[in-house]
Structures are given as C-alpha cells and as structure tokens.
C-alpha cells in the first residue's frame, strides 16, 4: 500500500506578508519542519507543489528528498497545485495525505491518520479536535481522478470532500493542533505561542 503525502507551498502569502514556506519554526524554516515530519512510514511519497519564489524554496525539498514540482498557474490557487499534484501520482496509490504548508502538523498526528484511514476503508479519513474538523484529510487512492480535475470554481478539495459525505470516519485528537492554519501574522504568532508551549 503506497502512501503519498502532498504538500501544498506555492501560494503568493499576500495575507502573510512573507512567504510561508521560509517562516522561522522550531529553528528551522517551515518547510523544512513539515518535510522532516512527512518523511518515514507510514509515508512512502513525498510531493511538494511550489510556485511562488519557487527557486527559494526549492532547496529545502530536494535536500529533504522529496519531489518538487513547480506550478507555473500559482495564481489560480490552491486548487490549481493540487491538480498539478495529483497528476503526479500514479493510479495505484493506495492513499494521499494532503497538506498546506501553513498548517504544521507533528508525524505522530500524520501517522495516527494514516493509520486509522488503512483501518477504516473510508474513502477520506480527516482529524477533529472537540468535533471541530481539522486538517490533514487523508484520502483514498481512488479519489485521485478527482483530484486531477479540481479548480476553484467548485471549491476545490473542499467539494471532493463534500461530495463523499457519507464515506468520511473522523479520528477525534485531544490536541488542537489539528485546527492550525496560519494566514496571516497574529495567526502565526498565535500557532507558534501554543504550537512550543510545552
């Protein structure tokens, strides 16, 4: 059973201010914490979609060896890298964890999802906090089709999400740091307060 992992960091962080991939995080950039916590079982693939300042950050990837992908229509959106991505992914992965950079998440949590997600045989396996949806879904390999052919338009991951409703098992955390998601400064702050707390 292949797993991949797509890690979503080719957004222009308007809102930010800065570029999120290069914010400071533990003492590493945050590209870089995410990669090492996507890296081992039970993840087998890693695919990173960049775009903007995509020369900046990809040496972070391929150092970490992960697969870079730069998305020329960035601009488009998230849906956009996501469509990039999934194309890149043969048709038999088994399952496909999906990532925005801004959302740092421990490879326990990660791990934990695949997990349950092998377990269930739901189609998309997502993380809750309190009964609050988090992130990352992991989905089933099947739903790549799908995800090839997302645009904003349709709201993207979140219509494929919607559109299996009745085929999601939630794995509830007792840590909220599966609701992190960094857009603007405060926000960051706020993460990075709470996130090194302990």
């Known amino acids: 059973m292949t797993v991949a992992a797509i890690l979503l960091a080719g957004g222009e962080s308007s809102r930010m201010g800065t570029p999120k991939p290069l914010l400071e995080w533990g003492g590493h950039t945050l590209i870089e914490y995410q990669l090492a916590q996507l890296k081992g079982p039970p993840i087998?693939?890693?695919?990173?979609?960049?775009?903007?300042?995509?020369?900046?950050?990809?040496p972070y990837v391929h150092r970490a060896g992960a697969q870079a992908i730069v998305n020329e229509l960035y601009g488009e959106g998230r849906a956009a890298s996501l469509r990039v991505a999934a194309a890149a992914l043969p048709n038999d992965t088994a399952a496909v964890l999906v990532l925005n950079v801004d959302q740092p998440r421990p490879h326990d949590v990660m791990a934990r999802l695949v997990e349950?997600?092998?377990?269930?045989?739901?189609?998309?396996?997502?993380?809750?906090?309190?009964?609050?949806?988090?992130?990352?879904?992991?989905?089933?390999?099947?739903?790549?089709?799908?995800?090839?052919?997302?645009?904003?338009?349709?709201?993207?991951?979140?219509?494929?999400?919607?559109?299996?409703?009745?085929?999601?098992?939630?794995v509830a955390f007792e840590t909220e740091v599966v609701l992190l998601d960094m857009n603007r400064p405060q926000e960051y702050q706020q993460a990075r307060a709470s996130f090194f707390a302990a």
């Not at 693939?45 to 990809?58: D, K, S, Y």
């Open 44 to 58: 087998d693939r890693v695919v990173v979609v960049l775009g903007h300042l995509a020369e900046e950050v990809q």
């Open 116 to 170: 349950a997600h092998r377990r269930s045989g739901s189609l998309i396996t997502v993380p809750t906090y309190e009964e609050r949806r988090g992130h990352p879904p992991v989905l089933a390999g099947s739903l790549l089709p799908e995800l090839r052919q997302v645009s904003e338009a349709t709201q993207g991951l979140r219509a494929v999400i919607r559109r299996h409703a009745k085929d999601i098992k939630q």
